[in-house]
């Protein structure tokens, strides 16, 4: 399979989900962030200033300085707790990286900021001229640590918060989308089977059964009652996930009914990889691109043309192939259902998948189209496997 995929020209080369919700919650700060933590600062100085004032001995000016110089350190302790918290927001596991990481960067950024606290004081007694001479107290010491490390964790806690309830609302926009990408790719795929042209030329070909093969006839109603059973079960249950096996019967029935209109026009070859029907796939993911070759890329033939199926693992990941030797058939129609039905299709993996999935689709140098999918494997949960 190598050197063959090495040979494909694809025109249609589309990665999915470029962007991770962290990678958004990462965005960059906005203006209105920047003067609200500029007058946070600056009314956090006048309250050290405010505070100094408060002595009697303290002339103005000097109060002014003491409050510059327990501000500007406490200041860039809660820009550091904010950047460090920033970078600190990503899926992590283990006690070095959740707790003992962040706790250590604390302490030492606290002791920093105390011990910068003291030094300007110090330098502000003795530029100044001061009479007395610069005392530390212990007292003192403990009061710069606590208002250091509750503007640290204050600082790092509303970044959190302000994170998380980005991620939230992400989320909750990501579940809206995916709900509306589920319902247009069912009514696509409705609308798709319950086409006149479609139900003409099924009925006309079960009506010609009716009295020379009325066993067939009957099993050709019955395929496009399980058409109908699958997507009206899909919609029923909300599923944006099922089980591989179920997507490939959904697509057998389909092929079913396409195999009595077109005969021996449609030369099918189908292969699934033992163990891989197991794994999860999107609803409406495999079905759609079947359609969309025999539609376009074989029925128009009158010849017609070989229809290839086939869904394999290779390492961490599930391939789902279907091409034809027909061609694409659509080139000329983008704009029309084939080309709805790709676009819906990979909006859909972007996100579900969320940068894990692929989708490639472009012609061969036979003159054939292909069309890959890679999905990451993953079990199928209880729901979606029943």
């Known amino acids: 399979m190598c050197p063959e995929k090495e040979r494909l020209s694809f025109t249609d080369v589309t990665p999915v989900g470029a962007e991770s919700a962290y990678g958004v919650a990462r965005a960059r700060i906005g203006l209105p962030t920047v003067l609200a933590a500029i007058s946070a600062w600056a009314l956090l100085v006048a309250v050290y200033a405010f505070i100094f004032a408060l002595s009697p ?3 103005l000016s000097r109060a002014i300085r003491g409050g510059l110089a327990n501000g500007i350190p406490d200041g860039l302790l809660a820009l550091a707790g904010f950047t460090i918290a920033r970078r600190l927001d990503a899926p992590r596991t283990g006690f070095k990286s959740m707790v003992a990481g962040p706790l250590l960067r604390g302490l030492v950024l606290i002791g920093c900021a105390s011990t910068a606290k003291t030094l300007l004081l110090w330098a502000d007694v003795t530029l100044f001229g001061d009479k007395e001479p610069f005392r530390l107290f212990a007292g003192i010491i403990a009061w710069q640590v606590f208002v250091s490390a509750l503007i640290y964790v204050t600082s790092a806690a509303a970044c959190h918060v302000r994170l998380i309830d980005r991620r939230l609302r992400e989320e909750e926009a990501r579940a809206a989308r995916a709900e509306a990408l589920r319902a247009r790719a069912e009514l696509s795929v409705l609308r798709a089977q319950l086409n006149p042209h ?4 099924v009925l006309h070909s079960v009506l010609g059964m009716v009295r020379g093969d009325p066993a067939l006839a009957e099993a050709a109603l019955e395929g496009l009652g399980d058409l109908l059973r699958y997507a009206l079960r899909v919609h029923r249950d909300g599923m944006d996930r ?4 179920h997507e490939w019967e959904f697509m057998e029935a389909y092929l079913n009914l396409e195999k009595i209109r077109l005969g021996e026009r449609l030369q099918i070859a189908r292969r699934a990889q033992e163990g891989v029907l197991d794994h999860a ?8 691109l079947v359609e969309n070759a025999v539609r376009h890329g074989i029925a128009p033939r009158a010849a017609g043309g070989r229809l290839s199926i086939e ?9 789902l192939e279907v091409r034809n030797d027909g061609g694409d058939g659509s080139r000329s129609r983008a704009e029309g259902e084939g080309g709805m039905g790709q676009r819906i299709l990979r909006e859909r993996l972007e996100v ?11 012609p061969e140098e036979n003159g054939g189209y292909r069309v890959v999918i890679r999905l990451p494997l993953e079990p199928v949960s209880e729901e979606a496997g029943s």
């Open 57 to 59: 001995t303290l002339p």
């Open 198 to 201: 479609f139900l003409f030329n």
């Open 242 to 245: 099922t089980a591989l096996r």
């Open 281 to 288: 796939v999107p609803t409406f993911s495999l079905q759609p």
């Open 311 to 319: 869904v394999r693992s290779e390492g961490s990941e599930l391939h």
């Open 352 to 362: 579900l998948y969320r940068g894990r999935a692929s989708m490639k689709a472009g």
